[in-house]
Each structure stands twice: as structure tokens, then as C-alpha cells.
């Protein structure tokens, strides 16, 4: 069975210019997650989304970032315009509820630069 | 603010002996823990968990510990072997949250032959 798929796994772009990253989650997963690791944090919670509904986005850093799921196979995370601070690699994960609390299935991530 | 800290950002262990990862939360409304492995380039995948009413919880070569008096876990592993090297995070949830995992910073963990 196809595992999460993200792309692009590498971007590198200029500062200011718009990047988007892409997801498409687990058939069947209802639930799903955009996740930043960086050194110093970890992995942070950006936004989630249950039946294509956002529910928490209070991760989000600030209004240059975005995110949408128009349909239960495919999310987006956008950054316009894009900044240094930004670097890092971006996780986006899916999982069905199982209990108290699901398993969630993590993508390759998408690592991006911005110079 | 961070919510679960791992205090230490990498651990190097000789095969075949025990490794041991530690993890604090502060947030008291937390009742559900889960540890995840991160090989480089690929994306975190579940290893285990454990409620809040339990103390322990093993499987296999890795064990859980959970001290809610010190909201503190540890993970161990015995025997620590080549293959578990790798990046730890330790993840924490409540029930109102679900599956909001809020995760730590991660530990290296590197097993010398």
C-alpha cells in the first residue's frame, strides 16, 4: 500500500518568492497534519484537518502561511512570500481514529531552503 | 513554549547495552504518550505508546516508562542494537486534543558497534 506522498522532497528558492508543498494522505485516513522540524523545536504541529476541515491552525506562524484541502486525497501548504527563517523540512501526516488516539503516518518530508 | 522537552539532544550506546531516552512534559492534561524513530530521510514512524493509567508498557526490546508524579517518561531499549540508531521523538496527546501529538525535539541516538 501507497504510505503518505509528499512533494517536492527538496525546494530551494529565493527569498519572496511563493513555495508550495504538496500531500496526499493515506487512502481511508480521515485526519490530516502538516508538521515542521526544525533543530531547535522539533516537530511542530502547523494545521490539521479532520474530513477536509481545518481544525487547529494555531501552529501556523504567521499569515504568509496557508493551508487548504479541497478534497480527502490532496492538501496543500503554501508560504508567499517566503523567508530564510523558513528553511526547515515540512512533514505532512495522516491516520484514522483508532481508539483514544490514532496512529499518525508520517511522509518522507518536503526539505525546503530559502537563501 | 515547550510542552515536552527532551533534554538531550543525542546519546551514544555501545551494542548490546541498554539505551535509555528521557522525556518531561509540563502540561498535566496530557494522558497519552507515544515514541516515535527517525531514520535520516524518511519520516518519523510510531514505535510505541502508553496511557496514562498505566506505568509501563513493553514490547519486545522496548519498554515505556511513564512517572506522572514527575510528568516524566523514558524509553528503553535492550539490547540496543546497530539498526536503532536513529532520531527519537517522544510525543504526548490529551483526549480533548485526540490527535493532536505535540512532540519533543528528538535525541540522536547512535549504537557503536
Known amino acids: 500500500d501507497a504510505g503518505v506522498i509528499q512533494s517536492p522532497r527538496h525546494e530551494v528558492t529565493e527569498m519572496g518568492q511563493e513555495v508550495t508543498l504538496r500531500c496526499k494522505p493515506i487512502s481511508g485516513h480521515n485526519s490530516l497534519f502538516w508538521y515542521r522540524q526544525t533543530m531547535m523545536r522539533g516537530l511542530e504541529l502547523l494545521i490539521y484537518?479532520?474530513?477536509?476541515?481545518?481544525?487547529?491552525d494555531s501552529g501556523m506562524p504567521e499569515d504568509r502561511f496557508s493551508a487548504k484541502m479541497p478534497n480527502a486525497s490532496f492538501s496543500t501548504l503554501k508560504i508567499q512570500p517566503s523567508e530564510p527563517r523558513d528553511s526547515a523540512v515540512y512533514f505532512c501526516?495522516?491516520?484514522?481514529?483508532?481508539?483514544?488516539?490514532?496512529?499518525?503516518?508520517f511522509g518522507e518530508g518536503s526539505r525546503l531552503t530559502v537563501l | 513554549d515547550q510542552q515536552v522537552k527532551q533534554n538531550s539532544p543525542s546519546l551514544s550506546v555501545q551494542e548490546g547495552r541498554i539505551s535509555i531516552l528521557n522525556c518531561d512534559y509540563t502540561?498535566?492534561?496530557?494522558?497519552?504518550f507515544l515514541w516515535y524513530k527517525k531514520y535520516p530521510a524518511e519520516g518519523p514512524t510510531f514505535l510505541i505508546s502508553i496511557s496514562s493509567i498505566k506505568d509501563k508498557n513493553e514490547d519486545g526490546r522496548f519498554t515505556v516508562f511513564l512517572n506522572k508524579s514527575a510528568k516524566h517518561l523514558s524509553l528503553h531499549i535492550v539490547p540496543s542494537q546497530p539498526g536503532d540508531s536513529a532520531v527519537y521523538f517522544c510525543a504526548a496527546t490529551d483526549v480533548q486534543g485526540a490527535q493532536k501529538l505535540v512532540f519533543g525535539q528528538g535525541t540522536r541516538l547512535t549504537i557503536n558497534p
Open positions: 501526516a495522516s491516520s484514522f481514529p483508532q481508539g483514544p488516539t490514532g496512529e499518525l503516518f
Open positions: 502540561n498535566s492534561m496530557f494522558d497519552y
Open positions: 484537518f479532520n474530513n477536509n476541515v481545518p481544525i487547529d
